[in-house]
């Protein structure tokens, strides 16, 4: 009998799919050739493992990669070659897209981008020595890497302007972020700045691009509630690449945020706005929640340390010890928080954007409006900045877009307006707390709020100048802009004037390690009493009654023994500055105290200090000023280092978005 061409294999240990056998094949094995045709046919035939992938490309080194440039190079290269020459036929019926196009996507189109995107997301977290020079030798060589990513930027163009696939598209977007995110310190971005995909992103709900465009892909692909990153990827996308290297030339996604007038793709934008804000806000709010509870047997058995008992505390998770809680809080915000690039370059550079972002309401009676979970997730992150430098920086842009807010005179009105009031869940994780409002109020008071619980929540020896300074520099703003236009605004200006005096006291008291931080004096002593000078002559231009304006001279005047030192330590001795207001203020009154009641009693009951402010109107004279209540506008290139830092922050973070 003749013996069988057929020989029996031992059995392996352990099976893994043949996808796989090919990525050791590629990376495990040095080969100074290329693979074959027929290794690359079925390379894209069989289904990616993005999970194998990734964990191959992280165990290479970087001298790994330059060693196999061969394989990467010749991979990457047949990987755009694949995704720009075949796609899936286009449908007449491209609007309907949900997950019925699943079924109508091309297998091996999908494929491919997954595998481009996971083999991008390895290679350009590397830390190369030279990241240009070297990423470019290892995707594409330097001979090809021109026409290669301009392939790749073409192609990428084309699937997200014409293609009606919904998971395909996604796909290319996500291919793009990768790139743009991973490689952003090198010149491969600007293969996309030159290709300009704007008009792919902003694509009508038609399939047609006009010269603005319109529709953020489709209405589905926006709309889709339980993705999110249905406008999250193509709008931080589109924020990375408007803030690439803009302070060195006039970037062309600057002036399309800037020239942007759909007013319906608009909505769609700050609705996503707001539910990304509601997710990364919720992610603190998992680890603790800080929501009131009225008083009942539950919450009084908890409050006793008898948890035990309590019939409905049980069910509930029990809060995290403190060490576990600052650990967990350290780690936050999540990535959905890179959100607040994007929406500060826009609003910043569009003011119908900047108008719709406050004035919109709520898509459903039960939800939250987009700017109350926007000030909701900027009450988290200012609440927990000291946390972290990471944090800090979010924080900081969350209030940068703020300021660009209060300092448009028209948006400003809407702040103010009772026609736009809405409800905020502020941050309650950490004493002092401010007061529960359960009503609707405007979004001014809530903003307030925020900077009241900022400057209570981050005193710290090495103080973080530049949120401090931004804070009292919104709160002035504010409070000048009341002012002027006689609104009198209903709020609980005793905790606001608190923080303030507070802060002043701090300042006082750790005056020997903080005095020697560079530009202290100009950034938070002279702003912070410019705004206090302000207020005690402007006070009753804004205020609802007396009793906040009275409750500013008591607290003023319980501080009157810090001003001078404050002033000393701090070398505030010119004749204009706003502290000798403060002291002639505090001077006055304790004068008019010791008239009263005598020098040798050294207390007074608040009663009759109240008693002396009332009368003390009468005969004070408050040097109201003009540049107390002056301010300048804010200039992105009078920070540019600072924007740099928060710019390759969200960057980092935007790496793991994909991942």
Not at 25 to 54: C, I, K, T, V
Not at 480 to 496: C, E, M
Not at 572 to 582: F, G
């Amino acid at each position: 009998m003749e013996a069988s061409p057929l020989t029996l294999q031992s059995r392996p240990e352990k099976f893994q799919p043949k996808i796989v056998q090919l990525y050791q094949h590629l990376f495990e094995h040095g080969h100074e050739d290329a693979p074959s045709e027929g290794f690359w046919q079925e390379f894209f035939l069989l289904p990616p493992d993005r999970h194998s992938l990734s964990d191959l490309l992280e165990s290479l080194s970087v001298d790994d990669l330059l060693r196999f440039q061969v394989q990467t190079q010749a991979l990457f290269t047949r990987a755009v070659g694949e995704v720009t020459s075949s796609r899936s036929p286009r449908n007449q019926n491209a609007l309907e897209v949900g997950l019925s196009f699943l079924s109508k996507v091309c297998p091996t189109d999908l494929q491919r981008g997954q595998t481009l995107t996971t083999f991008l997301g390895g290679i350009l977290t590397k830390r190369f020595t030279n990241p240009s020079s070297d990423i470019f030798e290892v995707l594409a060589g330097l001979d090809d890497a021109d026409k290669v990513f301009s392939d790749l930027a073409s192609g990428l163009d084309d699937i997200i302007r014409h293609e009606g696939d919904f998971a395909l598209r996604s796909k290319a977007i996500e291919t793009a972020l990768s790139i743009t995110a991973g490689a952003y310190q090198t010149g491969i971005v600007s293969y996309f700045i030159h290709r300009d995909l704007f008009p792919s992103l902003m694509k009508v709900s038609d399939g047609e691009c006009d010269a603005m465009g319109s529709f953020l892909t489709v209405q589905q692909f926006i709309h889709d509630s339980d993705r999110p990153e249905s406008t999250f990827y193509p709008f931080l996308l589109l924020g990375l690449l408007a803030n690439y290297n803009k302070f060195e030339f006039r970037n062309p996604y600057q002036l399309r945020f800037e020239d942007f007038v759909n007013e319906a793709t608009i909505e769609l934008l700050v609705r996503g706005v707001g539910s990304i804000c509601s997710q990364a806000r919720d992610a603190y709010i998992s680890i603790f929640d800080d929501l009131p509870e009225g008083w009942n047997l539950n919450s009084t058995l908890v409050f006793l340390g008898l948890r035990v008992l309590a019939p409905e505390a049980k069910a509930r998770k029990a809060p995290p010890t403190e060490d576990e809680a600052r650990s967990l809080f350290s780690a936050l915000p999540d990535t959905f928080a890179t959100i607040v690039l994007p929406n500060y370059t826009f609003t910043s550079s569009n003011k119908i954007f900047a108008s719709a972002l406050v004035s919109m309401p709520s898509s459903q009676a039960s939800k939250e409006s987009p700017f109350s979970a926007y000030l909701s997730l900027t009450s988290y992150l200012t609440h927990h900045a000291h946390r972290s430098q990471r944090c800090a920086q979010y924080a900081i842009l969350q209030l940068l877009t703020v300021r660009a807010l209060v300092e448009d005179p028209v948006i400003a009105k809407q702040l103010y307006s009772a026609d736009h009031r809405l409800a905020v869940r502020l941050c309650r994780q950490r004493p002092p707390y401010l007061p529960v409002v359960s009503n609707l109020r405007t979004p001014a008071s809530a903003v307030l709020d925020i900077c009241t619980d900022t400057l209570s929540h981050n005193l710290r020896r090495q103080l973080d100048l530049e949120l401090y300074g931004l804070v009292i520099g919104i709160i002035l703003r504010v409070i000048v802009s009341l002012s002027h236009t006689k609104t009198r605004l209903q709020h609980h200006w005793p905790y606001l004037w608190g923080s303030l005096l507070s802060l002043i006291r701090f300042l006082t008291q750790y005056a020997n390690g903080l005095s020697s931080l560079p530009n202290i004096k100009d950034d938070i002593c002279t702003p912070l009493s410019k705004l206090v000078a302000f207020c005690l002559s402007a006070g009753d231009s804004f205020l609802l009654g007396t009793e906040a304006y009275d409750d500013l001279f008591y607290k003023l005047i319980e501080t009157n023994t810090s001003f001078s030192k404050f002033r000393d330590a701090y070398d505030l001795q010119a004749a204009e500055h706003p502290i000798h207001t403060l002291i002639s203020v505090s001077s006055h009154y304790h004068a008019l105290l010791k008239e009263q009641h005598g020098e040798r009693r050294r207390h007074q009951s608040p009663l009759e200090v109240q008693s002396v402010i009332k009368q003390g109107y009468q005969t004070l004279n408050i040097e109201s000023r003009v540049d107390f209540g002056q301010w300048e506008k804010w200039r992105e290139s009078s920070r540019k280092p600072e924007l740099k830092r928060m710019i390759r922050t969200v960057v980092e973070d935007a790496k793991k978005v994909i991942q």
